[in-house]
């Protein structure tokens, strides 16, 4: 009988099933590697998810129809504040509810109703006027225009930015004024967190209008009290020096449960020591992933303002090129032949 020699070639099924187990484990891992592997290749870069995070367009200069419709397209923009005019050269056309955005008046409508189709919320915003933030001398003249585009849009943007202790009431009592009629936004300048309504307090001439922020700290406080949207300017070109800013704006905002507030980056070159554009300069992955994180802890952040930002990713600053790019942003130190 040679039962016993053949059992002698079978593994016992003990081992078999380490041999198993430890064959199977090995496939799993080097699975999990080739997984781990392709995400990593895979990840979405800094540019992509700044593509996908909730974001605003502050615009001043449009430049041209097509191309800045296909940019808020490309970019996933839900939310455009328009420039339409100021009280001081536009009022004989705001008045009447009509637009004024630098000697395009027939199709600004056109582009206006254009945004809404692609179904992004459209905010106007009007300037006081271009030159002397502190004069308030027209100042009344805004609530004709709020009254004017009751019905037309959601919500109107007051881009206003007096500086002098001496504005502030007036600043207050558009905003309280024009709410009558709009639902009202405002920039909020961060210096402004310094000013203390207690400080100013003698600077108002009517003391019934002043009990109205008699529980507010500071200017920003005040603000919110009497609108229903903040975008807030953290300006700085330093990353740390924007993140101080937005945490003081973010102590403030959890006071003022209904009024929503984000954020604004500036991002125009020209702007010094108060915008961006150096950092997002020196890297655009770094500003990508920042603007992402603004964006995730705020749920939105806006950005100012079209125009230099869109020249900023495209390099058109350096060639003056209207063209439509929806890649990748370019190298700007690199020579680009358009």
Same mark, same amino acid.
Request: charged letters at 25%.
């Given at each position: 009988?040679?039962? #016993?020699k053949?059992?002698?070639?079978?593994?016992?099924?003990?081992t078999?099933?380490?041999?198993?187990?430890f064959?199977?484990? %090995?496939?799993?891992?080097?699975?999990?590697?080739?997984?781990?592997?392709?995400?990593?290749?895979?990840?979405?870069?800094?540019?992509?998810?700044?593509i /996908?995070s909730?974001?605003?367009l502050?615009?001043?200069?449009?430049?041209?129809?097509?191309?800045?419709?296909?940019?808020?397209?490309?970019?996933?923009?839900?939310?455009?504040?328009?420039?339409?005019?100021?009280?001081?050269?536009?009022? /004989?056309?705001?008045?009447?509810?009509?637009? +004024? @955005?630098?000697?395009?008046? =027939?199709?600004?409508?056109?582009?206006?109703?254009?945004?809404?189709?692609? %179904?992004?919320?459209?905010?106007?915003?009007?300037?006081?006027n271009?030159? @002397?933030?502190?004069?308030f $001398?027209?100042?009344?003249?805004?609530?004709?225009?709020?009254?004017?585009?009751k019905g037309?849009?959601?919500s109107?943007?007051?881009?206003?930015?007096?500086t002098?202790?001496? $504005?502030?009431? =007036?600043?207050? =009592?558009?905003?309280?004024?024009?709410?009558?009629y709009?639902?009202? $936004?405002?920039?909020?300048l961060? @210096?402004?967190?310094?000013? &203390? !309504?207690?400080?100013?307090? /003698?600077?108002?001439?009517?003391?019934?209008?002043?009990?109205?922020?008699?529980?507010?700290?500071?200017?920003?406080?005040?603000? !919110?009290?009497?609108t229903?949207?903040?975008?807030?300017?953290?300006?700085?070109n330093?990353?740390?020096?924007?993140?101080?800013?937005?945490?003081?704006?973010?102590?403030?905002?959890?006071?003022?449960?209904?009024?929503?507030?984000?954020?604004?980056?500036?991002?125009?070159?020209?702007? #010094?020591?108060?915008?961006?554009?150096?950092?997002? @300069?020196?890297?655009?992955?770094?500003? +990508?992933?920042?603007?992402?994180?603004?964006?995730?802890?705020y &749920?939105?952040?806006?950005?100012?303002?079209?125009?230099?930002?869109? !020249?900023?990713?495209?390099?058109?600053?350096?060639?003056q090129?209207?063209?439509?790019?929806?890649?990748?942003p370019?190298?700007?130190?690199?020579?680009?032949?358009?």
């Open positions: 009988m040679d039962s #016993g053949d059992s002698s070639n079978y593994l016992p099924p003990s078999l099933k380490k041999i198993y187990f064959l199977g484990l %090995g496939i799993f891992v080097f699975i999990l590697i080739l997984n781990i592997i392709y995400l990593v290749n895979n990840q979405p870069t800094p540019f992509e998810k700044y /996908s909730t974001k605003s502050y615009v001043k200069d449009y430049v041209d129809r097509g191309i800045f419709l296909n940019f808020t397209d490309a970019h996933n923009f839900t939310k455009v504040y328009f420039y339409i005019g100021s009280i001081k050269s536009h009022y /004989s056309l705001l008045e009447k509810g009509q637009y +004024f @955005n630098h000697g395009d008046i =027939k199709n600004l409508s056109i582009v206006l109703d254009q945004i809404k189709e692609r %179904g992004k919320e459209v905010v106007p915003l009007i300037y006081l271009e030159d @002397n933030y502190d004069d $001398s027209d100042y009344e003249n805004i609530t004709n225009v709020c009254s004017a585009l037309k849009f959601n109107l943007l007051l881009d206003l930015e007096p002098s202790n001496s $504005s502030y009431e =007036k600043l207050l =009592k558009t905003y309280d004024d024009c709410r009558k709009i639902s009202v $936004s405002a920039i909020l961060s @210096n402004w967190n310094e000013v &203390k !309504m207690k400080d100013i307090q /003698s600077f108002f001439t009517d003391s019934d209008f002043y009990k109205k922020f008699k529980d507010c700290d500071t200017l920003i406080d005040a603000i !919110m009290e009497v229903d949207y903040t975008i807030f300017k953290a300006s700085s330093q990353y740390k020096k924007v993140d101080s800013l937005l945490e003081d704006f973010d102590k403030i905002r959890e006071k003022h449960t209904n009024n929503i507030a984000i954020p604004i980056l500036d991002m125009d070159h020209n702007s #010094g020591e108060s915008g961006l554009y150096q950092r997002y @300069n020196e890297s655009n992955d770094e500003f +990508f992933k920042y603007f992402v994180k603004v964006s995730e802890k &749920k939105g952040v806006a950005i100012y303002d079209f125009y230099v930002w869109y !020249m900023d990713l495209y390099c058109l600053h350096l060639f090129k209207k063209i439509y790019y929806s890649g990748k370019f190298n700007c130190t690199e020579e680009k032949k358009f």
